[in-house]
């Protein structure tokens, strides 16, 4: 599991994976990155919301989308408890 995670968020610690840090890079977070909470109440929408927002862009987006798809999600263990939406569209 520590593996898996390169990406820590830096208002609550909670570790993200690559998909999440992808969003980040939508939203223009360089010199700080956040989880998935952080952001969706960031921009004041529910985290499956925000979600799916991001993911429209990002897949409009070939710089984005390369990087998405070539991530695997399947092991992501925030999956199970639902922090993480990363698999939802692959
Ligand atoms: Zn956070
Ligand atoms: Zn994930």
Do not use: Q
Not at 15 to 40: G, K, Q, T, Y
């Amino acid at each position: 599991m520590a593996d898996f995670f390169d990406y820590y968020c830096d208002a609550c610690d909670k570790p993200f994976c690559e998909r999440i840090h992808v969003m980040n890079l939508v939203l223009n977070n360089v010199d700080s990155e956040f989880c998935l909470e952080c952001l969706a109440k960031s921009t004041e929408k529910e985290p499956d919301a925000f979600y799916h927002w991001v993911l429209d862009y990002v897949m409009e987006r070939e710089c984005f989308k390369t990087p998405w798809e070539k991530f695997n999600p399947t092991p992501c263990p925030r999956i199970t408890d639902k922090t993480c939406f990363c698999p939802i569209a692959s």
